[in-house]
């Protein structure tokens, strides 16, 4: 039997690698050919919900496939968070990543995953504040009136969220460390429940996700009393930041888009650079400020690091509140 030369070999090993990266690079740009479910770990009509939704309509219209959403909330987004990490790595089952994702690392202390490891960073998609609003009937009007009656009420105040560990929850135990003041955590299960009971008086306060709640106070049923963001928001440019009156507060919401690990590179890209695009779209850039939110670009790569960062940052507000999951 005949062995090709070592040139010969070096030459069939090139080809044979160049027809392989060419393969995938067809393989990517075809992508996708059927539709794509895209993971909402969380129930209808928060702001989880509300993005996926958003960035859906505007991936399905760039990239030619629907991108059905499924909602499969519980554990504060564990459950659908887990239910990507399983999934198969094709780019066909994609996760709506978020703040919780990086809380929960630190929250929870048996995970069946690591979101670090096991979740690939893809694309961005937007950033906005949270914002601490108050039933109509609350007798405070401003934050300063609402940490003064909290002192005077310790204890006895409670704090709606969409769950242990979610947004609302983390902001409201970084405000309550920073104000020096105590509210009673009431966890629900999704955004829409606890504004359902906050707007009927069954609990004092949330620090809502911005996406959940404008409509609410520009309707005039909730109360806005600040956002929690470093600057006022454009969204409601008339109500103040919570740094105003409790320095070095700062708590914003964001999402992105995540996929299972081992997922191709060139997959990876394509989704984010179809990703880009749509969130510095007029149209989407429109009906995000309409939420509140601004678009938020990065590669993959700065995602990662951002992922990294929010990890580190919110893991030392769960020890220092001593913050157990449900």
Request: charged share 20%.
């Amino acid at each position: 039997m005949k062995f090709p030369h070592r040139r010969q070999f070096l030459h069939l090993a090139a080809s044979a690698a160049t027809l392989a990266i060419s393969s995938r690079s067809a393989w990517a740009q075809a992508y996708p050919t059927r539709p794509v479910r895209l993971i909402a770990g969380a129930p209808p009509g928060g702001g989880i919900d509300i993005t996926a939704r958003l960035i859906g309509q505007s991936l399905s219209e760039r990239l030619g496939q629907a991108f059905v959403i499924e909602n499969k909330p519980g554990a504060g987004t564990n459950i659908g968070t887990e239910f990507v990490v399983r999934a198969s790595p094709d780019g066909y089952t994609l996760l709506l990543a978020t703040n919780a994702n990086a809380v929960n690392a630190t929250l929870y202390e048996k995970l069946n995953y690591n979101f670090i490891r096991d979740i690939v960073p893809v694309a961005t998609i937007s950033r906005a504040p949270n914002v601490m609003v108050v039933a109509l009937s609350f007798p405070s009007k401003t934050i300063a009136a609402f940490i003064a009656y909290a002192k005077a009420n310790p204890g006895k105040m409670t704090m709606g969220s969409e769950g242990n560990g979610a947004s609302a929850h983390m902001a409201g135990e970084l405000f309550k460390m920073l104000a020096g003041i105590d509210m009673l955590h009431i966890p629900y299960r999704g955004a829409a429940p606890a504004l359902t009971d906050l707007l009927a008086g069954q609990v004092q306060v949330m620090f809502a996700t911005m996406p959940a709640a404008i409509q609410y106070v520009r309707a005039g049923n909730l109360r806005a009393l600040a956002v929690t963001t470093g600057t006022r928001s454009d969204a409601l440019p008339d109500i103040p930041a919570v740094k105003e009156f409790v320095p070095g507060y700062e708590a914003t919401t964001w999402y992105g888009v995540g996929a299972p690990k081992k997922t191709p590179a060139e997959i990876v890209e394509r989704l984010n650079k179809g990703t880009n695009p749509a969130i510095a779209d007029a149209k989407l850039k429109a009906r995000l400020a309409d939420l509140g939110a601004e678009p938020l670009s990065m590669t993959s790569g700065e995602f990662a690091q951002f992922i990294a960062e929010e990890t580190e940052k919110w893991g030392k507000v769960v020890k220092s509140a001593g913050i157990k999951a449900e």
